[in-house]
């Protein structure tokens, strides 16, 4: 009884507004005072259909934008975290401070700044400026699940590489990135919703020649036909649980090849 | 030495972008509320934008109407979120797969989850159909006009929903962690559940807490997507009206739109600072088991 307590409110908070969703998509007519949609017609997806390229091309383009950022932040955050998960030097819990402000302080108060430099730099309107801006305000949670990463691989696997003579590089690519793969996706995906769920930064910096899925959902939401917004308001909820299984997929099969599950 | 330089080398991938790109950005946003490096030649003192703002009282009710909205909502979220996360922990095995539903919310950009809220809270919506068939109202009028009261109603659902699987995700790490044993033992004691919940795991969840309303508040009180959608005009959020000056406004106006920001960055800092500062008071006197 108590579980069924639990869970009642669960559903009712986040597995309605999808079955909501759902029915909006299908009933563009539905209207007070109808608990259930009178008639249901497929208008919206007509609709999708005939402005498909458009809507592809900006999912696309957002998918693109938020992958890009994941590997940005990736590259930013590598090397640094292994610094600090395996350091101690003065002043590091400051400067680790100092670096996670980024994703606290409201991301407008830099992004306006750096619009002017941005426009200077032309890196306003280009793919380019879209993912420094978006991998400036993400990266903070990929640098904090690294630091997770490398403090729970410990330093022994290096040691081992390191005494059977591996370089550098060698050390990284193949023995600490395998290792660290599951705290690359789970730092990674969090930037890539983060990515590609923001409307603001992009429509800021990208100004309308960077396409994005929230730019094409936006003017939908309050135009008369809300099926439209409904059915990409559900896309948006599938795709990047699709993207994660198959990323999981992979991870796994891999994994299994090199016998390490 | 070599070490030093070996370090610095390897955090220079993040401390470049970090110094070019973060202290950048804010730093010409400060020079910008100056009045220097705007789009056109700024006429008059340097202090002139913080001058007007704070002469301003719509400036004011903007900021605390800001404010308001975000507290409530992170404190809303953290609340029902610690709560969920508990009864869902609680849970037992087989069902713990399906209250996966919780992760909804976290997938939606604020924009679709701002749509939810529309759909359902509108004086038109779902609510108001469901009153109505329940016989609570008769006419659509009856209907409170929630979305636009003034009060940021509507806001304040967009944010607790979106906030509330946050912080469920959050508690959930820690609870994972938790020692049942700790539970069973107050339970053989005879301690109520209220009692359980209160003094034994409440206060293990606490780091939890906090960083769960520290980055809902200061997001919901300078975030954009969410106002956009369901804002309303007076009092309006602080980015809502940096917006407006920033695009609508001719270039005039600039260095007031970047002095707000200014303003909410300074406070973000501070708030940070105070909130961890005081964190820090009161748990040093909290015997650690």
């Known amino acids: 009884m108590k579980h069924a307590a639990t869970f009642l409110v669960l559903i009712l908070l986040f597995a309605l507004p999808v079955v909501v969703l759902a029915l909006v998509s299908l009933a563009p007519g539905w209207r007070f005072p109808d608990v259930w949609p009178a008639d249901f017609s497929i208008k919206g997806l007509i609709y999708l259909a005939q402005h498909q390229r458009q809507i592809l091309m900006s999912l696309g383009s957002s998918c693109l934008f938020s992958l890009l950022t994941v590997l940005t932040t990736l590259l930013m955050c590598l090397l640094p975290a292994a610094v600090f998960a395996r350091s101690n030097f003065s002043g590091k819990a400051l400067l680790e401070g100092l670096l996670l402000a980024p994703a606290l302080v409201p991301p407008m108060t830099f992004a306006m700044g750096l619009h002017f430099l941005f426009i200077k730099f032309s890196l306003a309107d280009t793919l380019a400026g879209v993912v420094l801006i978006l991998a400036m305000f993400s990266y903070p949670y990929m640098f904090r699940s690294l630091v997770a990463g490398f403090q729970t691989m410990g330093k022994d696997y290096r040691l081992c590489a390191e005494n059977l003579g591996a370089g550098t590089m060698s050390i990284l690519l193949q023995v600490e990135l395998p290792l660290l793969m599951p705290a690359v996706i789970a730092g990674g995906s969090v930037v890539f919703l983060v990515a590609f769920s923001e409307y603001f930064l992009v429509f800021l910096i990208g100004g309308g020649s960077v396409d994005s899925f929230t730019g094409t959902l936006f003017p939908l939401l309050n135009s008369s036909n809300r099926s439209l917004a409904a059915i990409l308001t559900l896309i948006f909820l599938c795709l990047p649980i699709v993207l994660f299984l198959v990323i999981d997929t992979i991870l796994v099969q891999a994994y299994r090849k090199k016998g390490m599950i | 030495m070599s070490w030093t330089i070996k370090h610095c080398l390897r955090l220079s991938p993040l401390i470049l972008p970090y110094l070019v790109l973060f202290c950048g950005g804010v730093f010409l946003t400060v020079c910008q509320s100056f009045g220097i490096l705007t789009p056109l030649p700024h006429e008059g003192g340097a202090l002139d934008a913080y001058a007007k703002l704070l002469a301003d009282p719509a400036f004011f009710a903007s900021f605390f109407f800001s404010l308001g909205v975000a507290a409530v909502s992170a404190l809303l979220a953290v609340i029902t979120g610690t709560i969920l996360a508990y009864r869902v922990w609680q849970l037992p095995r087989q069902l713990a797969t399906a209250s996966l539903v919780y992760k909804i919310p976290l997938i939606l950009p604020h924009i679709s989850v701002a749509f939810v809220i529309l759909i359902f809270w509108s004086p038109s919506g779902i609510v108001a159909s469901v009153a109505h068939w329940l016989g609570v109202i008769q006419t659509l009028h009856d209907f409170p006009n929630l979305l636009y009261s003034g009060w940021g109603i509507g806001m304040i659902l967009a944010y607790t929903l979106k906030g509330t699987p946050f912080s469920m995700l959050l508690?959930?790490?820690?609870?994972?962690?938790?020692?049942?044993?700790?539970?069973?033992?107050?339970?053989?004691?005879?301690?109520?559940?209220?009692?359980?919940?209160?003094?034994?795991?409440?206060?293990?969840?606490?780091?939890?807490?906090?960083?769960?309303?520290?980055?809902?508040?200061?997001?919901?009180?300078?975030?954009?997507?969410?106002?956009?959608?369901?804002?309303?005009?007076?009092?309006?959020?602080?980015?809502?009206?940096?917006?407006?000056?920033?695009?609508?406004?001719?270039?005039?106006?600039?260095?007031?739109?970047?002095a707000i920001l200014v303003i909410m960055f300074c406070f973000a800092v501070l708030f940070i600072i105070a909130y961890s500062k005081i964190v820090n008071r009161l748990e040093s006197g909290v015997r650690k088991l």
């Open chain 2, 171 to 258: 508690v959930m790490a820690l609870l994972f962690r938790f020692d049942v044993r700790q539970i069973q033992t107050a339970t053989m004691l005879g301690a109520s559940g209220l009692r359980i919940f209160f003094t034994i795991v409440l206060p293990r969840l606490a780091p939890a807490l906090h960083t769960g309303f520290i980055i809902l508040f200061l997001y919901s009180f300078g975030a954009f997507d969410i106002p956009y959608v369901l804002s309303e005009s007076r009092p309006g959020m602080l980015s809502i009206h940096v917006y407006n000056l920033y695009f609508k406004h001719d270039l005039a106006r600039r260095p007031e739109a970047m």
